[in-house]
């Protein structure tokens, strides 16, 4: 065998090492979608909270019961952007996925989601005793913190560079402590602003090179 034969060796049993220990079908254009829809979803929320001070600024009078309609239009919001931002991370996932003929759901995506999912129960339950305990201004850390935690936990089982995307989103998280009343531009910096450079950084790095391959 040639050299050259040699490293084509050497370069497909890496690959398939990683793909069996690894979940390498993650896509970039998965972050930039969950970016796109964290940036809406934050434009609403400060729509609805710009309504609702001037409201409060005109009467002069602090209305408990729409407080609690805007508390609860914005648990809605939130939970719709993430409903939003993990279909699109599931179908641009599953894409790549079919056109490099690898499994989407197999053991190594099952250890992802396990590891990312216990930080982001965690995480959840935290938020709502905030919420039901009256600390909404501090929801917006615990959620870029225990997310950025999430990230970094599953990061060992898909590619290396959701570390650093998760480190970064513990350090906003962790910032944001000290600004609390900014909350939802750190929500938005965070969830939208880092997931769209992130993704479109991963789609640079790793997509690009296939799509030339498939002319795609």
């Known amino acids: 065998m040639t050299d050259q034969q040699h ?5 497909d049993i890496k690959r398939i090492m990683e793909r069996s220990s690894r979940f390498i ?3 970039g254009l998965s972050g930039v979608s969950a970016g796109i829809c964290a940036l809406v979803g934050a434009w609403l ?15 002069g009078i602090y209305d408990m019961a729409d407080f609690a309609e805007l508390k609860l239009r914005l648990i809605a919001l939130a939970l719709a952007v993430m409903v939003a931002a993990v279909g699109g991370g599931i179908f641009f996932t599953w894409r790549r996925a079919r056109r490099n003929n690898l499994p989407v759901w197999d053991v190594t995506s ?12 965690a995480g959840g ?24 935690l999430a990230l970094i936990n599953g ?17 906003l998280g962790i910032a944001n402590l000290f600004f609390l009343r900014k909350g939802l531009y750190f929500w938005a910096v965070g ?8 993704g479109i950084l991963m789609w640079w790095k790793y997509e690009r090179k296939e799509r030339e391959a498939f002319n795609i």
């Open 7 to 11: 490293l084509q060796t050497l370069t």
């Open 25 to 27: 079908s993650l896509s």
């Open 45 to 59: 929320a400060r729509t609805w909270l710009t309504a609702y001070y001037d409201r409060w600024d005109a009467s």
């Open 110 to 121: 099952r250890k992802v989601l396990m590891n990312v999912c216990i930080p982001l129960a």
């Open 125 to 148: 339950a935290f938020a709502a005793g905030l919420l039901y305990n009256h600390f909404e201004t501090l929801v917006a850390p615990t959620c870029l913190v225990f997310y950025g």
């Open 155 to 171: 990061s060992k089982y898909t590619l290396p560079d959701v570390r650093y995307l998760g480190l970064l989103e513990t350090i």
């Open 191 to 198: 969830f939208g602003v880092l997931h769209i450079v992130y």
